[in-house]
């Protein structure tokens, strides 16, 4: 008999419009309706559902049979979902991530997304995110940027088909990995309605040259999707909240002013393992932080430019980046 985690107290007055969710990627060793029975045992808003192997299997058989499934059980938790693409070997049992739309053959990655895109759809989603994935050492930065601007149209007529919120995420290591080259890409895209950003708090952290506050506010008119971790300066690790270098009363102050409504879901993939008392811990990391009263995020994340410098280096090799996504 499962005995469930007691459902937390409602949030208090001043946390009402902070949506939490959770990544399924948190939750690999659960069967996908027990991960989604204990969120919302602990009080959760909604998911951030990575498709993948056991979780939705875009590829395996019954896929609209499957899909009705889980919406119904989404609207019996009273869940809302965001669907993410950043299933690790879902394509390729031997390669991390491939094909990604930089690849030589690029079709399995683009039916994937295509397919996400049908499924969010179907669910309702607030978003489906995806990523651009990192140059190939053998595709010249030129093409790689071609080739993603050519998949990346490809989806974004998909998702207008569709009715989808598309939010792209920049991501350290990969081809788009800063808000500036959302940016570049967005505009090579004639900037579509349909094509939003995935902000990982985390990631404003690792890399970007603001405040993540002020990150939240550069895109603010284009947020569809947060995920949110901690984080440490030019190391691209997820953390636990309280174990890195973030702030995160400003940060949640940023996103009410920024008028954000969506959710913002936690993105912990290293912590399968005591997913239930992370995500316990996590949520009520987040209400209080979302309840106390902000004082700023200035010590530190105003970090000198030159700091930038050493960050990149360290987030742009393939080799550092420890996330398990």
Request: proline share 7%.
């Amino acid at each position: 008999m499962t005995v469930p985690h007691p459902r937390p107290a409602p949030p208090t007055a001043d946390a009402t419009t902070l949506r939490l969710g959770y990544g399924t990627n948190g939750f690999a060793n659960h069967r996908l309706d027990d991960a989604l029975a204990v969120l919302a045992d602990l009080g959760y808003d909604g998911v951030a559902l990575t498709l993948d192997h056991d979780h939705l299997d875009p590829f395996a058989p019954g896929l609209a049979r499957r899909v009705a499934v889980l919406g119904r059980r989404l609207a019996e938790l009273g869940l809302a979902v965001v669907i993410e693409t950043g299933a690790r070997y879902l394509l390729d049992p031997w390669h991390k991530h491939a094909p990604t739309l930089l690849h030589d053959d690029p079709t399995r990655r683009i039916e994937f997304l295509r397919r996400a895109v049908r499924i969010g759809a179907d669910l309702g989603a607030e978003a489906v995110s995806f990523w651009a994935g990192v140059r190939p050492e053998t595709v010249s930065p030129q093409c790689a940027w071609d080739r993603l601007v050519a998949g990346c149209a490809t989806v974004v007529d998909a998702a207008d088909s569709a009715g989808v919120t598309l939010g792209f995420e920049p991501e350290p290591g990969m081809l788009v990995q800063d808000i500036a080259d959302w940016r570049r890409l967005r505009a090579a895209l004639g900037d579509p309605a349909r094509f939003g950003i995935t902000l990982d708090i985390g990631h404003c952290r690792c890399l970007e040259p603001w405040p993540v506050p002020q990150c939240v506010a550069e895109v603010a008119g284009h947020l569809v999707n947060v995920q949110i971790d901690d984080m440490r300066r030019g190391v691209h690790e997820h953390l636990e909240f309280g174990t890195g270098e973030i702030d995160f009363p400003p940060v949640l102050t940023a996103l009410a002013e920024a008028g954000y409504r969506g959710l913002v879901a936690v993105e912990l993939p290293r912590d399968s393992h005591a997913a239930p008392d992370v995500a316990a811990r996590s949520i009520d990391f987040l209400r209080a932080a979302a309840a106390t009263s902000t004082g700023g995020d200035r010590r530190r994340q105003e970090v000198p430019a030159k700091a930038l410098s050493s960050a990149s280096t360290d987030a742009t090799d393939p080799g550092t980046d420890r996330r398990v996504e």
